[in-house]
């Protein structure tokens, strides 16, 4: 049992994909990585990170849970500096999963000058050294996956999922981006849940994929492949709480159909505004708040002399804002090249649409989405990219939902 308190808080976070300093010189090659990954920071994560562990350190939260891709592309070095990072916690304990890019990642690599070098993988069995700490927290492990339980405290118990596909050795292949439980982990997963009933416990699920399509457009290769049966196993057991990450989007869903669990999906920490949940868990209830993190307090006198650190959101809104604004006025340049400043436009309005998507904040007004509809920039964009029609309109949501924050009444 981690904590005895009867209310205690834990925080989550995802998709940190942390690659360790260690695995680049800032050169070309690095760069050319870092302009095409989709917005993610890949140059200050350790220093984040650490700041991250110092807010831990003076709050004190039970736990810190990580809901995977805790790796670039699964570099074992990177997942040992990430557990390094977090070594200096003793009142808060660092619970981990496996994400798509973790396991036996064949995109692993390390960057020198103009090449890329193929670096160590991660396989389940150094997963599990490397992160004992949270494998020694466990009331129970599954001996075919990287799943484990934990006992929280007197009233909740958590189940750490292994979503992912990856092989059993060393690969070179391009990591899944689909995920299952598997029929092996499901029937540990349900000794787990009657357990936790038999012993009056309230149950909790952390994974990397989705028991949800949290967009109706694009949700192929981040459901589950099998979330029925899971889905099937939370409304048995009544589970009313799960968390996920993968796709990197702020994300609510309640209660679907016959299962009554609520799904928090969490924004991807290296990018965006580094959102994370702070949970606090009572005896008949538990709230989840979406915060940021401001991490200038937690930087030491060296670190806030660089610019871009004591101005970190603005460098991480400019950073996702330009990748997607970036690509899509690429091709756009080629069919209105006389008209650059509709082209200018078109791609900022899909960046913002996309930017408040992902954050949670993309409730709106109808008035207000219809003026977005009216626009030249809109209605230009959906003419020459009917590919986008119906996912730009599942990108705001106008009626009172939040995905910034929930309460579950158990």
């Excluded at 484990?148 to 292949?173: A, I, R």
Aim: aromatic share 12%; glycine share 4%.
């Amino acid at each position: 049992m981690i904590t005895e308190d009867l209310n205690t808080e834990f925080w989550v976070i995802s998709d940190t994909h942390l690659i360790a300093d260690s695995l680049h010189d800032n050169g070309q090659a690095f760069s050319r990585m870092q302009k095409t990954s989709q917005g993610k920071d890949l140059y200050y994560q350790e220093t984040v990170l650490t700041a991250f562990m110092r807010m831990a350190q003076e709050k004190k939260p039970a736990a810190i849970i990580v809901t995977g891709d805790v790796t670039f592309n699964g570099e074992r070095v990177s997942a040992e500096k990430f557990a390094q990072i977090f070594k200096p916690l003793k009142e808060t304990k660092l619970l981990v999963v496996p994400g798509n890019h973790d396991i036996f990642d064949g995109w692993a690599r390390e960057f020198h000058g103009k090449k890329q070098f193929f670096a160590g993988e991660i396989s389940p069995m150094f997963w599990k050294s490397i992160f004992s700490k949270s494998y020694r927290c466990a009331k129970n492990k599954d001996s075919n996956s990287l799943a484990y339980s934990v006992q929280l405290n007197p009233n909740y118990f958590l189940l750490m999922l292994d979503s992912n596909y990856y092989g059993k050795e060393e690969t070179t292949e391009a990591p899944h981006t689909r995920g299952a439980i598997g029929k092996k982990q499901l029937k540990w997963i349900e000794k787990q849940l009657k357990y936790a009933s038999e012993n009056n416990l309230q149950s909790i699920i952390f994974m990397h994929h989705n028991l949800y399509a949290h967009n109706p457009a694009v949700n192929h290769g981040y459901v589950l492949d099998d979330a029925t049966e899971l889905q099937r196993l939370c409304s048995r057991y009544n589970v009313k709480l799960a968390f996920s990450g993968h796709i990197h989007a702020q994300n609510i869903l309640g209660p679907q159909g016959t299962t009554p669990t609520t799904e928090i999906v969490t924004s991807s920490f290296c990018s965006n505004d580094q959102g994370y949940g702070v949970v606090r868990i009572h005896q008949h209830h538990i709230t989840y708040v979406r915060k940021t993190f401001d991490m200038n307090k937690y930087l030491t006198s060296e670190e806030k002399e660089d610019y871009t650190l004591s101005h970190f959101h603005e460098y991480l809104e400019n950073l996702q804002l330009g990748s997607i604004a970036a690509e899509l006025m690429q091709s756009d340049l080629r069919k209105n090249h006389n008209s650059l400043d509709l082209v200018r436009s078109m791609g900022n309005l899909f960046a913002r649409m996309n930017y408040n998507f992902y954050t949670g904040h993309n409730n709106l007004k109808v008035s207000e989405l219809n003026k977005i509809h009216k626009t030249e920039a809109y209605q230009t964009l959906i003419k020459q990219h009917p590919e986008y029609r119906l996912y730009l309109k599942t990108l705001y949501d106008t009626s009172n939902h939040s995905n910034l924050q929930v309460k579950i009444r158990y």
